[in-house]
């Protein structure tokens, strides 16, 4: 019996070092793409109108789907692994506010694929180029209008919400772990707020909208500082088991 229980306990151990050795490798990943997105959001020109969100993806498709946030889609299923690795490192530290902050994460990423329209004004511009008569065209534009509404608050706005509480959280309890550094757990603290205050700036008030900005611009250094530190330790943690 006891040596079924170590053989149990070698089995999970070795399958908590390959979490986490997954978890650091698309945490550097995740890094990556969050780069990508500065560059994305800095090089692509904003569309305002469903007209010109239509001729964007007529030029470029690829060019339309990555201001819908294409590279956060992979963002967030890299963060998955990411996030379970943390859990299992940081429940022991507090139970309670690890698992509503992992729940929160996949609340705020189920809310963020489901509205993400991309794909579905995709498929709109594509009716739209072949589309005979007036009538359609305005019935394909007010679609549009619609589905870069749901892209705006729910996918965007909602789900970024959600998921800077559930960084937030997390982080809180990495400050209160000797597991990781406390770099690594402010440069988490610092991305979630500045995630929620940029959001709360944008939406209260429109004439600070550069303010804004820059704090979406934090987050986001703040978020792959998080990732990196937080990577490394995990890829420490997952060829050298010390939990």
């Given at each position: ?29 995740i890094a ?8 994305v959001?800095?090089?692509?020109p ?28 992979i ?20 139970f ?5 902050g ?28 072949i ?12 679609s ?12 965007f706005?909602?789900?970024?919400v959600?998921v ?5 959280m997390i ?5 209160k ?34 303010v ?27 060829f050298?088991?010390?939990?």
């Open positions: 019996m006891e040596h079924m229980i170590e053989l149990e306990k070698k089995t999970d151990d070795e399958n908590l070092q390959k979490l986490y050795r997954v978890g650091s490798m698309t945490a550097f990943l990556i793409l969050l780069l990508g997105e500065i560059f959001y800095s090089l692509i904003g569309r305002d109108s469903a007209a010109e969100i239509f001729e964007l993806f007529r030029e470029n498709a690829f060019a339309g789907l990555l201001l819908f946030d294409l590279l956060g889609m963002s967030y299923l890299l963060f998955i692994p990411f996030i379970l690795s943390l859990y299992m490192i940081l429940k022991k530290s507090n309670a506010i690890m698992s509503w992992t729940i929160l994460f996949f609340v705020g990423i189920s809310v963020f694929f489901s509205n993400n329209t991309g794909f579905s004004v995709l498929t709109l511009s594509r009716q739209y180029e589309a005979t008569t007036m009538e359609e065209k305005n019935m394909l534009i007010a549009c209008k619609t589905m870069i509404t749901l892209f705006d608050v729910n996918a706005l909602v789900s970024y959600i800077s509480v559930a960084w937030t982080s809180y309890v990495m400050l772990s000797k597991n990781f550094s406390r770099n690594a757990a402010y440069a988490g603290l610092f991305a979630g707020l500045s995630g929620i205050v940029a959001e709360i700036i944008e939406n209260t008030l429109n004439q600070f909208l550069m804004s900005i820059g704090f979406y611009f934090l987050a986001i250094v703040f978020l792959i500082i998080w990732v990196i530190l937080s990577g490394r330790q995990l890829y420490k943690v997952g050298n088991y010390q939990f």
